[in-house]
């Protein structure tokens, strides 16, 4: 099937420090990739999959599971632990859970992690009745555009595939059965009003992880789709601080990227 327009993958040559970005639950990488951009424009290596299932039509995402979306950003991990010399994480939503994954399974291979609302639980009566319903239910209402800045839309799905959303309920178990694992340096940040994923995931995370350098912040004017709405460029400075503080090559690749590497980006970021 093709992909809908916005929601192709992104990738950019940059320096030897590289940045792969998750997208959330049927979303796309449209969602990210201002902020993927933001650093491909410093200098960056980055890597913005899009994940199996997503980004054509729901259909196709019922086929799919937790398994073949954690192996897709998995794999991009791999590809960019061969190019560069430091890989740090970075996830939205679901995406934030598969990042955790990632930080939980990899260990030092992962230099740090940004999560922007991180789910960890499918909340509700409609966690206990989705093992039963899905096979009733084929979809619900979907879940994309929580988004406060008006004009601003996230290119997704409408509806959300039951199948699919049963796959996730048991793969944020999973996760959060594993966030003790998480060593790494964590920035975390999270909008008070979100309708989509509550606060209370948020605090779950932070509660679990084993990391000691942990940095919270309040995403005060955004709903759920915080990449696109009031705050997003707070979140792209902060992801760069946060970065640079623990990249010591990072200053080589940001000058480079400014000089050299932003007129070439047409010619290195893909669409597939």
Request: charge should be negative.
């Amino acid at each position: 099937m093709p992909v809908l327009p916005g929601a192709e993958p992104y990738r950019h040559e940059g320096g030897e420090i590289g940045v792969l970005l998750c997208h959330g639950f049927t979303g796309s990488p449209q969602s990210l990739r201002p902020w993927a951009e933001y650093l491909a424009e410093r200098g960056l290596t980055v890597a913005l999959p899009l994940l199996p299932g997503h980004g054509t039509r729901w259909e196709d995402m019922q086929l799919t599971g937790w398994q073949d979306w954690y192996a897709e950003v998995d794999r991009e991990l791999r590809a960019l632990r061969e190019r560069c010399t430091q890989v740090f994480v970075f996830g939205l939503s679901m995406g934030g859970a598969l990042t955790l994954r990632l930080a939980a399974k990899h260990g030092d291979e992962v230099s740090g992690i940004v999560v922007v609302n991180p789910a960890n639980k499918v909340h509700g009566l409609s966690a206990y009745a989705l093992p039963v319903i899905r096979h009733f239910v084929r979809t619900v209402k979907g879940i994309t555009s929580d988004i406060a800045k008006q004009g601003n839309i996230e290119i997704g799905y409408d509806k959300v595939p039951l199948h699919a959303a049963h796959s996730m309920r048991n793969f944020y178990r999973i996760v959060d059965a594993e966030l003790p694992q998480v060593t790494q340096p964590l920035l975390l940040l999270h909008s008070p009003q979100d309708h989509v994923v509550p606060p209370a995931d948020s605090a779950r995370v932070l509660s679990r992880v084993s990391s000691t350098d942990v940095t919270e912040i309040l995403l005060e004017q955004s709903y759920h789709v915080a990449t696109l709405d009031h705050d997003a460029d707070r979140i792209f400075e902060e992801s760069y601080a946060f970065l640079a503080r623990l990249a010591p090559g990072l200053g080589k690749d940001s000058e480079a990227g400014r000089t050299g590497q932003v007129g070439q980006q047409e010619g290195t970021a893909t669409g597939g």
